[in-house]
């Protein structure tokens, strides 16, 4: 019998959005490893646990406390750094693994800063990376910005075909792509309620014209009033002065503030999972929560009223047999998922989600074992994408070849109360323009 010794597994996760923490964290604990053996050329297996380091990427996008509650994951720690801060926090501590949920650019200047900063160093740590939900839009483009690191996680058979079609298309290495599921999915199977409850899951950018909003707000109104008996539930990502991975200019909240709503009709906040416990029929343009709900089983319905469109991302769902109107809704249609389109997206209704991660500890698990791994290798460098690469590491205050750009954040102290008030006055600046001001100019632009 090989000897058996315990060994905390210590993993990092780098965020910059509330729901990319969400994927980060859940994603985290699903694909790491609960044994594996430390080298080689060693017999001894490892019993380990997590120590799960949490990392939110400075920007406009930061979550807020609320946000944090909201989305329920727990780290043993958890601090807002910008990305040099990040990095250099990377040369002073000795991680397993790290995840990198990041938008596609954020990707890719870690993975060069990374490079940069592992220069020399026996061991580093495994690198993983991957999307938060449904990818339908700029597929090469942010594939390719996450290229480089050891995981590329797909959420779907269909996902894994398409990202290894466009590596082998450039001529890069696909081996980094592995098949998992959304991270989040879960929770008891559906079963009807009383009363029968129906909840429409707003996204903060689809559609994103007021005339569009406003009318999806209105057939939510006129859906509660045609069917007193129901429940109908708005539920909100976040809210006025908050942001999510996407902007939000025109927030539901306050269209809904000019509508005298019926007694059947509420604003809802909270973690998604917790709300689908309590719904009979899920609502949704395009977003992610139309997944959550096929997993469980619960009737859901991908909108057609504004078009099968790519802009709204629901083209994705051509052939789920989701997709339906606000007309058909009220006639009390209920649609019936397509079991193959389902069976590709990941979404395991059909009870294999409990091995959906099994590839990924196991590659995990490899690399770890293997001790020193090979350099990072991005496929986008200064001679393959030259009047690309710098822009993107410049957003992040790096240079072309990965090292910090002068004048970058310090990282060796924290920042002062002056600085804090600072930051926190800039970001509501920001959110104030986008908000407030840059509909105000489009508007003009218009005239």
Aim: charge should be neutral; proline fraction near 6%.
């Amino acid at each position: 019998m090989p000897a058996s010794t315990a060994k905390s597994l210590r993993v990092a996760v780098l965020a910059d959005s509330d729901s990319r923490w969400k994927w980060g964290a859940l994603t985290a604990s699903r694909i790491t490893p609960t044994e594996f053996t430390e080298s080689s050329e060693s017999p001894e297996t490892v019993d380990s646990d997590i120590r799960l380091d949490g990392f939110l990427l400075r920007g406009r996008a930061t979550p807020t406390a609320r946000q944090l509650e909201e989305v329920g994951v727990r780290a043993d720690s958890l601090r807002e750094v910008t990305a040099v801060e990040f990095l250099r926090e990377m040369t002073k501590e000795s991680y397993d693994v790290l995840v990198l949920a990041l938008v596609g650019g954020g990707v890719q200047a870690m993975l060069h800063g990374l490079a940069h900063a592992w220069q020399g160093r026996a061991r580093r740590p495994v690198v993983v990376t991957g999307y938060v939900g449904v990818v339908y839009e700029k597929l090469a483009d942010g594939l390719l910005l996450r290229h480089g690191a050891d995981l590329v996680l797909a959420n779907s058979r269909q996902d894994a075909e398409r990202f290894r079609a466009v590596y082998e298309g450039v001529g890069a290495d696909a081996t980094s792509v592995t098949e998992v599921a959304l991270p989040f999915l879960g929770g008891a199977a559906y079963e009807k309620k009383d009363p029968y409850t129906v909840v429409f899951a707003a996204q903060p950018s689809v559609p994103e014209s007021r005339k569009d909003r406003a009318y999806l707000l209105d057939r939510l109104i006129r859906h509660a009033r045609r069917h007193p008996e129901r429940e109908v539930l708005l539920k909100l990502r976040s809210k006025p002065g908050e942001h999510t991975t996407h902007i939000e200019e025109l927030p539901y909240q306050k269209l809904a503030q000019k509508e005298e709503l019926p007694a059947n009709f509420r604003l809802v906040y909270g973690n998604m999972g917790e709300v689908l416990d309590h719904t009979d029929l899920l609502v949704t343009v395009s977003s992610t929560a139309a997944l959550e709900s096929l997993h469980r089983r619960i009737p859901t319905v991908v909108l057609t009223d504004l078009g099968v469109r790519e802009a709204l991302g629901n083209h994705h769902f051509v052939g789920s047999g989701c997709l339906a109107s606000w007309d058909q809704l009220d006639a009390g249609h209920e649609p019936v998922p397509d079991a193959e389109w389902v069976a590709r997206q990941g979404v395991a209704a059909d009870g294999s989600y409990a091995t959906a991660f099994d590839e990924a500890r196991r590659r995990i698990t490899e690399l770890l074992a293997a001790g020193e791994l090979p350099p990072l290798a991005p496929y986008y460098t200064p001679v393959t994408a030259p009047g690309y690469l710098p822009g993107v590491l410049a957003r992040h205050h790096l240079a072309p070849d990965g090292s910090p750009l002068p004048g970058a954040p310090a990282a060796d102290k924290a920042p002062s109360p002056v600085r804090q008030i600072v930051r926190r006055a800039a970001r509501g600046a920001y959110r104030h323009g986008v908000q407030r001001v840059a509909p105000v100019i489009r508007r003009m632009g218009e005239l």
